[in-house]
């Protein structure tokens, strides 16, 4: 066992990450799976009441690829990268279908399900199964950038393959599922991002940037590019008992398959035109302030408008009873349409 491994499974005895809800003893593979991809874009903090709220809905692999994608995606909404969602989905099913509804455990299985990767795959069946495997998440390429000074970035395959290297040269031969959770907790916890916390790091003694005191240039940054920005008007149709309009998106672009606001340009004349086509007699009744919400490459700034509409009633929805996946811009708008009126979206 390498030097930094053992160093960090004695660490990760007194202060690793324990008791987080899908850490069970014996660890339950569904849960563990879950958790990863719950994890692939989101943190420890936010992906809890997810997670816990996701296994009442779906207590099993097979109550989940027999839901509809519609119930997925309700549990999902708020999380983003509904892609996620859509694979787990899939892959469930595959799971029913394939494997009679049980978890496979091989890595070569495993890996052909949608949006489990490399690194994804190493995680759950050392977590799950402590199985010998590597993981380079973005918190342990940090952690192993630092640690052994590897240069470049890391969408170059030179560097990735090096970082590969180095993390199956580190994974021990026992204890996989203490060291798959204690290196995933040092990238997390100490080795963070900005100003990583080197006096409290288990391997702290052989990092050589510790050592040359350069920690602030692993891993090596790539100049940003300024997101460009865009902007949309989103016309939020309220009828007489205060239902609000929401149409399902197509199932690709941006919140695919997701439950939205009808939308235009952001200038007076997309707006009137767009509320002619949907009733002549609509007509706005206020505006509520813009938002940005941001996504990977680029900022989208976000106008509600807020219409009163004699709509027909199959596609008006009660915002007290709506069950509907939708994405977070439009769980905001509702929150604020909520207070806004509270009385008149109660029926
Ligand atoms: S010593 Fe500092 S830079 Fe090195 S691995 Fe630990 S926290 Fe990261």
Redesign the pocket.
């Given at each position: 066992m390498t030097s930094f491994a053992k160093d960090l499974l004695a660490w990760f005895q007194e202060h690793g990450r324990k008791g987080l809800p899908w850490q069970s003893s014996p660890p339950d593979i569904y849960h563990v799976w879950l958790s990863e991809i719950m994890l692939q874009q989101t943190q420890v903090n936010t992906v809890i009441d997810y997670f816990n709220n996701f296994i009442i809905n779906f207590p099993s692999v097979v109550e989940l690829a027999n839901a509809d994608e519609e119930e997925v995606l309700t549990s999902w909404a708020g999380l983003g990268y509904y892609s996620r969602a859509r694979n787990l989905h899939k892959s469930a099913k595959i799971i029913l279908s394939e494997y009679q509804g049980i978890f496979p455990t091989s890595y070569s299985e495993l890996i052909t399900l949608p949006g489990v990767g490399e690194s994804t795959a190493g995680a759950i069946l050392s977590l799950a199964c402590n199985q010998p495997r590597a993981i380079l998440d973005g918190n342990v390429k940090r952690?192993l950038s630092?640690?052994h000074r590897v240069a470049g970035y890391y969408s170059d395959s030179k560097t990735l393959k090096e970082l590969w290297r180095l993390a199956k040269y580190h994974t021990p031969s026992e204890q996989n599922a203490d060291y798959a959770q204690a290196i995933m907790d040092?990238g997390a916890t100490?080795?963070v991002h900005r100003n990583?916390?080197?006096s409290r790091?288990p391997?702290?003694r052989h990092?050589k940037?510790?050592l040359c005191n350069d920690?602030s240039s692993f891993p090596q940054k790539k100049i940003r590019t300024i997101r460009p920005e865009k902007s949309l008007a989103f016309l939020v149709y309220r009828n007489i008992k205060g239902h609000i309009y929401l149409a399902k998106r197509p199932n690709r672009g941006i919140w695919s398959g997701l439950w939205s606001f009808s939308e235009c340009e952001d200038n007076e004349t997309a707006i009137s035109a767009a509320i002619k086509e949907h009733n002549l007699e609509a007509s706005i009744v206020s505006l509520l302030p813009k938002f940005k919400h941001s996504f990977t490459h680029y900022h989208l700034w976000i106008r509600p408008i807020i219409i009163n509409s004699p709509g027909l009633e199959k596609d008006y929805h009660n915002i007290n009873k709506l069950g509907l996946g939708v994405p977070a811009p439009v769980k905001k708008i509702i929150s604020m349409l909520d207070s806004l009126n509270p009385a008149e979206s109660n029926e």
């Open positions: 952690a630092r640690y040092l100490i080795c990583p916390l080197c790091c391997v702290s990092c940037a510790n920690q």
